[in-house]
């Protein structure tokens, strides 16, 4: 039976080597460089020690200013900004989900044009055509068992009602001529 090491296995033992000979490349310049910078650094120490005392002196009280201002700011942007911040993020997040959706439907179908796979077409017909006859269906469930739960209705009745006759209206207007026989054909 052949034992087979895994990628990762090779991987980490060629990161090892290489680890390795950089380390003891490295190792002697890194010493001679600290040698090198050691004097300089101890003098820049002692000149820059005097004026960090000095400016921590001067900055102790506007530092102890500011604490209180800090933790209500800290409060306020945990209770006030974070939440809306979240909120928007969120609300962002649920209005994009149409256009997330549309763009990694036309990543994929670009993937597969780009490797020469036909891309698949939708056919949105049979779905309008399904929701149309149920509808349809539906419409006419809803007619027959309305028309089986009305009551039988009688008939309307004739316009106009039956002894209705003409006769001048009853109510006098002021200018308005007087009913009677029209004027004399002659």
Do not use: Q
Request: net charge positive.
């Amino acid at each position: 039976m052949l034992l087979t090491t895994s990628d990762a296995e090779v991987a980490k033992e060629r990161l090892l080597e290489t680890w390795e000979t950089t380390r003891e490349a490295l190792a002697p310049r890194l010493s001679a460089a600290r040698d090198a910078m050691g004097p300089y650094v101890d003098t820049a120490s002692a000149r820059v020690a005097p004026v960090l005392d000095e400016a921590k002196v001067r900055l102790a009280p506007a530092v102890d200013r500011l604490g209180p201002a800090v933790g209500t700011a800290r409060t306020r942007l945990r209770s006030d900004v974070m939440p809306a911040v979240v909120a928007a993020a969120e609300t962002a997040r649920d209005n994009s989900a149409p256009a997330r959706s549309e763009a990694k439907e036309r990543a994929a179908e670009a993937l597969r044009a780009l490797r020469g796979e036909r891309p698949k077409r939708a056919r949105r017909w049979p779905l309008a055509l399904s929701c149309l006859i149920g509808g349809a269906a539906l419409g006419a469930a809803a007619g027959m068992m309305r028309r089986r739960s009305e009551p039988d209705l009688p008939p309307p009745a004739a316009f106009p009602p039956a002894g209705h006759t003409a006769e001048a209206p009853t109510t006098k207007v002021a200018g308005a001529p007087k009913p009677g026989p029209g004027p004399a054909a002659g």
